[in-house]
């Protein structure tokens, strides 16, 4: 079993998820193929396939959501590198064995159908890393 599959995809962080949508819409030349809201984050979600990985763009629901707080701090841009992963658990508990500094300890559930667990960019050179694994349970 790989401990990471590939990357599943990278969160951008934008202020106005409508006028995010257009830009990535011109650029990539496909729509959004799903928008969605992550109550428990304050954020609203849209994706964008490109080939095999997808691109998420993160707008905050709320101006003290953690989109909005980074975004306060560092300006739009990349926020996150989301890996695919068999066993998301497994792998936190080997990341955090490797002396990882980890967000969530226990996965929680993601945008997209996925649960999601996040490792801290102080342990990973400044990269905020998600690990996401598919969700069967529907
Ligand atoms: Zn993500």
């Not at 496909?30 to 763009?57: A, C, H, N, R």
């Not at 969530?104 to 960019?121: L, R």
């Amino acid at each position: 079993m790989n401990h990471i599959n590939k990357i599943e995809h990278l969160g951008i962080a934008v202020n106005d998820i409508e006028q995010a949508n257009e830009v990535y819409e011109k650029l990539l030349g496909v729509p959004p193929y799903k928008q969605e809201e992550v109550e428990s984050e304050s954020v609203i979600t849209s994706f964008f396939k490109v080939g095999d990985s997808k691109i998420e763009l993160l707008a905050s629901t709320d101006d003290e959501g953690p989109i909005a707080r980074f975004i306060a701090k560092k300006g739009e841009g990349i926020h996150h590198i989301a890996f695919d992963v068999d066993d998301i658990q497994l792998e936190l508990d080997r990341l955090e064995k490797e002396g990882f500094r980890l967000i969530n300890k226990v996965p929680k559930p993601g945008a997209d159908n996925k649960i999601i667990a996040f490792v801290h960019p102080k342990s990973t050179h400044g990269v905020l890393i998600e690990l996401c694994q598919e969700n069967t349970v529907k």
